[in-house]
Structures are given as C-alpha cells and as structure tokens.
C-alpha cells in the first residue's frame, strides 16, 4: 500500500476546484446571508430604538397623566371641603334665621297671651262690684 495522499496533477485541479467552489459559494450565498443578517441586525436595532423611544414617550404621558389626576383630585377635595364649609355657613345662617323667627313668634304669642290676660283682667275688674253684689244677696238672702 502506498501513501494516502499522493500529490500529482489531480491535487492542483482539486485545490482549483475547491478555490473556485469557494468564491462562487462567497458569491452565491454567504455574502447574501451575510447582507440579510446585517440588514435584520440594523433593523432590530431601528425597532428597538423605536420601542425604547415609544416607551419613554408613555412613561411621560403616563406621569402627566397620573399628575393631572392627582391635580384633579387635590382640586376636586378643596372645592368639596370648601362645599361643606359653604353648607355649613348657610346651616348655620339658616338656623339662625330660623331661631330668630320663633323667637319672634315666641314673643309675639307672649305678648297677645299678655294683653287678653290683661283685657280678660280688666273686664273682671270692671264686674267685680257686680259679682260681689250678686254673692252678697245671696249670701244675705
């Protein structure tokens, strides 16, 4: 048996084979795989700036979003605060109002209770002589 490799004019058209195979395959594939993934590679890149930027944008309307509610909440609390103390004031005006009317109304029934007491006092006074006199006879017989 003899050596394996044996280098006679077969080697040379081989290794040209081979050399050729490799430029028409550099050619044919590997340099448009290679173009594929460079543009994929830059297009994910382009979609990831894209996301990072889309995100930030909706994490700042987000906080405005969450300041405006917050904003309409201070606001909305300040105005029923300032609601409930406006009831409160016109509660009170209201009961006051109230109070001063039934005072007057009190005083007014005190007065006329006053004056028929003094009318009904007087008229038994101006008859008294006629009630006594009445006793008297019958008293007397």
Known sequence: ?????????TFFFQLANFLITIVVLNFLLI???????????ALTAGQAAD???LAAEAQARLAAHESALAEARARAFALREEMKTQGRSREQDILEAAQAEARDFLDASR???????????QTLLAQVDVFAARAAAKLLG
């Open 1 to 9: 048996m003899g050596n394996i490799i044996s280098l006679d004019e």
């Open 31 to 41: 340099r448009p795989v290679r173009r594929q993934i460079a543009e994929r590679a």
């Open 51 to 53: 996301i990072e930027r």
């Open 111 to 121: 007065e006329e209770v006053d004056r028929q007491s003094r009318e009904a006092m």
